[in-house]
């Protein structure tokens, strides 16, 4: 499976300049309103220093790392959901992505102008809240309006009505749709929606340099104390600097982290929080053609991440064959693993651990 992430934001909070950063793509940014209505997409390669030892220990034909396919939208501004700025269209793109990722400014620039003047970041969190609640109130209203446009309600719309104006009036109380609790047969209803207020959120606060070097910004205990009482993840990083340190040789990059005591780029903590916030985790496959990271939920049994290989390999799946990617990096080699009595089989049921170095055994 490929993550799929939507950046959103208001204009002008830097969610360019980190699309770019994710994805090593060059779109354009500006410090302007510039009325842009279309959605840029692009794949982002997930770091991951396992795939890389592998892919040295073996030298395979092709190593393959995960990936997460990114989505920037053009700014909302407050009032998009009625047509203000360039309105909220394109929020249609982003209906089938599986997490949010918001983009919030606590920098100050004097040279890009805050959309509403001053810079306030719990402000601007549910101006967006507001937005998308808003889009998806407009969802709502438009189908049952259909529904009950039709000459006679049919029998397998009049639960859908119901489901439906109950989604209506939480949006209505400023409640999002991921807020109500529906039983599986209601969340079955809303499944081809992609309502933006079911999906889970993830903030990142995007500092200046200055803010970034005290970790501290205006209004961060408020944004604190927000992210964790709606259990939101939240991270705080400096687009600016990334973006100097991602133009920086290879060799010099670590210099200047290291001086700014940056353990860790922001672009990688972005992805790793964004697997753990989802509940995913990576097995990898080694040989001499390829080593490559596979993406799956966590407590996917073993013949379903066989699945993921190939639908021939869950069918005939008879063991997985796993060595923990730590036990082979300690010893160095697939040898030395088995000689040690670290290699197992395992049958079907088996929960396939975040490291897993699995070989399928099947028979179709």
């Known amino acids: 499976m490929n993550l799929n992430c939507g950046l959103i934001g208001l204009p002008?909070?830097?969610?360019?300049?980190?699309?770019?950063l994710l994805t090593g793509a060059d779109a354009e940014t500006s410090n302007y309103l510039t009325g842009k209505t279309e959605t840029n997409?692009?794949?982002?390669?997930?770091?991951?220093?396992?795939?890389?030892?592998?892919?040295?220990?073996?030298?395979?034909?092709?190593?393959?790392?995960?990936?997460?396919?990114?989505?920037?939208?053009?700014?909302?501004v407050q009032g998009s959901s009625q047509g203000e700025g360039v309105g909220n269209q394109f929020l249609n793109s982003i209906r089938n992505v599986d997490l949010l990722v918001h983009i919030v400014r606590a920098f100050t620039n004097d040279q890009v102008p805050h959309v509403d003047g001053v810079v306030n970041p719990l402000r601007d969190i549910e101006t967006i809240n507001?937005?998308?609640?808003?889009?998806?109130?407009?969802?709502?209203?438009?189908?049952?309006?259909?529904?009950?446009?039709?000459?006679?309600?049919k029998k397998e719309h009049v639960f859908e009505l119901a489901v439906l104006e109950k989604c209506l009036d939480a949006l209505g109380n400023e409640k999002s749709i991921a807020q109500l609790e529906l039983d599986e047969e209601e969340k079955m209803v809303l499944?081809?929606?992609?309502?933006?207020?079911?999906?889970?959120?993830?903030?990142?606060?995007?500092?200046?340099?200055?803010q970034y070097k005290t970790q501290s910004y205006p209004g961060q205990e408020q944004i604190?104390?927000?992210?964790?009482?709606?259990?939101?993840?939240?991270?705080?990083?400096?687009?600016?600097?990334e973006m100097e340190i991602s133009q920086l040789p290879q060799e010099d990059r670590e210099l200047f982290m290291a001086d700014l005591d940056i353990k860790e780029s922001g672009i990688d903590r972005l992805a790793r929080a964004a697997y753990d916030y989802l509940g995913l985790i990576s097995f990898l496959t080694v040989g001499a053609d390829e080593v490559k990271a596979w993406t799956i939920h966590r407590d996917t049994s073993a013949r379903s991440a066989a699945g993921k290989i190939h639908s021939d390999i869950e069918r005939g799946f008879i063991r997985a064959e796993?060595?923990?990617y730590q036990d082979l990096k300690s010893l160095g080699s697939m040898v030395k693993v088995k000689e040690?009595?670290?290699?197992?089989?395992?049958?079907?049921?088996?929960?396939?651990q975040d490291g897993d170095i699995i070989n399928f055994r099947f028979n179709v």
């Open 191 to 210: 499944k081809n929606f992609g309502f933006l207020t079911e999906k889970p959120i993830l903030l990142v606060i995007n500092m200046d340099e200055q």
């Open 41 to 76: 997409s692009r794949v982002a390669v997930v770091a991951d220093p396992r795939v890389d030892f592998l892919s040295a220990l073996y030298k395979p034909r092709k190593t393959i790392h995960a990936t997460i396919l990114f989505s920037d939208v053009p700014g909302l």
């Open 340 to 352: 040690k009595g670290l290699s197992r089989l395992e049958g079907k049921d088996y929960l396939v």
């Open 322 to 324: 796993v060595v923990h």
């Open 224 to 241: 604190v104390a927000y992210a964790v009482e709606r259990n939101l993840p939240c991270l705080e990083i400096c687009g600016r600097i």
């Open 130 to 153: 507001t937005e998308l609640l808003l889009a998806d109130m407009e969802v709502v209203e438009k189908r049952i309006e259909r529904i009950k446009s039709g000459k006679k309600i």
């Open 12 to 20: 002008m909070v830097g969610k360019t300049t980190i699309f770019n």
